[in-house]
């Protein structure tokens, strides 16, 4: 019931390319849905996090896309650049557990330039 | 710099010691995590603080695993008698309540034990 899957492991994509990664959940008390950026050596960076009453949130490049009937959401990046090499991780909370966040494996996003 | 920090940043240590992390919250931030993460899988929640009162520990992996913040500020975070399944990450996050739900991380503690 806790457990978010996200999909691809990883993926590589060329420089100005949309990068699109996937996250389903089961849970449907979870209402919050954060994605964090993570660079080898440091700390999870939240990135962008939408709530489940929008089915769309957009912040520049960053876009997540949520579907409640599916119980699920994705992060979308458009023109994507080298910089943007890093792990990808989905991720769910609940008002009443203190917030405390439940991961997703993650996604290795390789940007070619 | 105001971020989340810890320290150490790594530690090398022989199985069977006892280690014990710090964490030093953003300022004034009421909440404080620990999370573990090992190798190619995301962060796993451990244990939760609102000010010096631990409000939820029982997903700490064992009664090796045991946490503190004293005074509602810094916390440490020590495992007792060291397995090699202990080697991981060991992150910490800090939130304000009034703020919402964002939690902000710090760099992490890599340990490794031997």
């Known amino acids: 019931q806790q457990q978010v899957k996200q999909s691809p492991q990883s993926l590589i994509v060329q420089k100005g390319g949309i990068s699109i990664i996937n996250c389903a959940y089961e849970?449907?008390?979870?209402?919050?849905f954060p994605w964090y950026q993570q660079f080898p050596g440091k700390g999870p960076a939240l990135l962008i996090a939408?709530?489940?009453?929008?089915s769309e949130k957009k912040e520049g490049r960053f876009t997540i896309s949520f579907n409640k009937s599916a119980k699920q959401f994705s992060l979308h990046i458009m023109d994507s650049q080298p910089g943007d090499s890093a792990t990808y991780f989905c991720?769910?909370?609940?008002?009443?557990?203190?917030?405390?966040?439940?991961f997703g494996s993650g996604t290795q996003l390789t940007v070619l330039p | 710099d105001t971020g989340v920090s810890q320290d150490p940043r790594h530690k090398i240590t022989k199985r069977g010691q006892n280690v014990t992390f710090r964490c030093d919250p953003i300022?004034?931030?009421?909440?404080l995590y620990w999370y573990r993460q090992t190798l190619g899988q995301g962060p796993e929640f451990l244990t939760y603080?609102?000010?010096?009162?631990?409000?939820?520990k029982s997903r700490l992996l064992s009664d090796r695993f045991s946490a503190e913040r004293p005074k509602g500020s810094f916390s440490t975070l020590e495992i007792q008698r060291t397995e090699q399944g202990d080697s991981a990450m060991y992150l910490c996050?800090?939130?304000?309540?009034?703020?919402?739900?964002?939690?902000?991380f710090g760099p992490g503690t890599r340990l490794t034990v031997l």
């Open positions: 939408i709530r489940p009453d929008v």
């Open positions: 300022s004034e931030h009421n909440r």
């Open positions: 603080f609102q000010n010096e009162a631990q409000l939820e």
């Open positions: 991720a769910a909370s609940i008002l009443g557990s203190a917030r405390q966040l439940t």
């Open positions: 849970n449907t008390a979870f209402d919050y």
């Open positions: 996050a800090s939130s304000l309540r009034s703020e919402g739900d964002t939690q902000y």
